[in-house]
């Protein structure tokens, strides 16, 4: 089994590179069904032995990325539209849109944008200090999923 540190660093290859994180906090597999937060459950969503086809990863943002996103975000996310690695060792990265806010500031105030193709987005809650990063293999834009994003 992969340690915390190796399951966290497979996991980032989604995000864009600015964007720190120290764990992974949450996740939920396919169909809605949780897995939990185990070691053993983020190996089975994060190593190629099986696809997971839709779910989420929770990320804790790391205090330089908490900071920067306080004083201004709009600025440090404009440059964040492409994910560190691909998802396979061949795969090209992830290419993500524009940057949207939503939410009422301070508190409710919340970012995110989605791939080109529209099947996976991220959202960054600063005043949580959490990352979400969120996919669906079926959800496409030339499909209508993902309003939000065009």
């Excluded at 995000?15 to 809605?32: F, N, Q, S, Y």
């Amino acid at each position: 089994m992969l340690d915390p540190q190796t399951l966290h660093r497979r996991a980032c290859r989604v995000l864009p590179a600015c964007l720190h994180t120290e764990a992974v906090i949450a996740l939920e597999g396919d169909e809605g069904r949780a897995l939990g937060t185990s070691e053993r459950a983020l190996a089975r969503l994060l190593l190629p032995l099986r696809h997971v086809h839709r779910g989420w990863l929770g990320f804790r943002l790391a205090a330089e990325t908490r900071d920067a996103l306080c004083s201004r975000p709009m600025m440090f996310l404009q440059d964040a539209t492409e994910a560190r690695e691909g998802l396979s060792r061949h795969a090209v990265p992830i290419v993500w849109g524009p940057w949207q806010a939503t939410g009422e500031p301070p508190r409710a105030r919340r970012f995110m944008t989605c791939s080109r193709d529209g099947r996976a987005r991220l959202w960054v809650l600063p005043e949580s200090g959490i990352l979400v990063y969120d996919w669906d293999d079926w959800r496409s834009l030339s499909a209508g999923g993902s309003e939000r994003c065009r």
